[in-house]
């Protein structure tokens, strides 16, 4: 089976790839052979406390015995995404495989949600999705051969009350993978979508600063596994879904939840 899963000789772009899941699929593709240009953005990781985030998992990529590229884009700026996508066709020569991972989130109650938040949450979730696809589907097209991977969250189906624009934008990029799916199927262009449940990400890292605090969230956002993944319990749905072994699955939601989409009981 080891050649479905192969990834020798594709190039893929993963955007938000330099810290928690992203950098996670990246060094998993790396590792069955792909190529990668990693996207990043230097305020994010610098707010992070990370500033070095993206020059760490290039040489991560690079030692992994692949090639590498970094390309530092804001999503939220307009024309954004499509730079990325042709600096990844640059430096790479081309884009066969296509993760759209970067997201924001806003703990906000709905109520007190500004234009300006939603136009953020807009723009980096959804919009920027839309152009990222536009940018590449066409040449995946032509070749005959690709893969998309919308990374979504169980907040598709089990939204936060705080959440509920990131949440409404998760199910809208859903919408549209499965829309797109049944249009790119027929020409090997398989478009999948991967709900993470919890998981210990630099995003929620300040909700892991009390032990006891997390242990509660873990036990009641988590159920019925009760525990956050890592991030790197995310990748082999990803090589799954963006290798030959997904020559026959088109428009699938695969929630890696450890059960936290299924009804409770």
């Avoid at 985030?53 to 030692?63: D, G, I, L, M, P």
């Avoid at 695969?254 to 009804?263: E, N, S, Y």
């Amino acid at each position: 089976m080891s050649k479905w899963f192969s990834m020798s000789g594709r190039r893929a772009l993963i955007t938000g790839a330099s810290l928690s899941i992203g950098r996670s699929i990246a060094l998993g593709f790396a590792d069955h052979g792909a190529t990668i240009a990693v996207h990043y953005s230097a305020a994010a990781d610098k707010a992070f406390g990370r500033p070095d985030a993206a020059q760490e998992t290039r040489a991560a990529v690079q030692s992994r015995g692949v090639d590498a590229c970094l390309i530092e884009a804001d999503l939220a700026e307009m024309d954004a995404a499509r730079r990325v996508v042709a600096a990844a066709t640059t430096g790479l020569g081309g884009v066969d495989i296509l993760v759209i991972c970067a997201s924001i989130q806003s703990r906000t109650p709905f109520l007190e949600v500004t234009g300006d938040e939603i136009q953020r949450q807009f723009q980096i979730n959804f919009r920027a999705t839309v152009q990222l696809l536009q940018a590449t589907l066409p040449a995946m097209k032509a070749n005959g051969w690709g893969r998309v991977l919308t990374v979504g969250s169980i907040n598709q189906v089990r939204p936060e009350p705080d959440l509920a624009i990131y949440a409404a934008l998760k199910s809208a990029q859903h919408n549209l993978c499965v829309n797109l799916a049944r249009q790119y199927a027929p020409f090997n262009v398989m478009i999948n979508n991967l709900s993470p449940g919890l998981v210990a990400t630099e995003r929620n890292r300040w909700r892991r600063q009390d032990a006891e605090v997390w242990r509660n969230i873990q036990a009641t956002a988590a159920r019925p596994i009760g525990r956050a993944a890592e991030p790197d319990e995310m990748v082999g749905a990803a090589v799954l879904l963006c290798s030959d072994a997904a020559s026959y699955i088109a428009g699938t939601d695969l929630m890696v939840t450890g059960g936290g989409h299924l009804p409770l009981v």
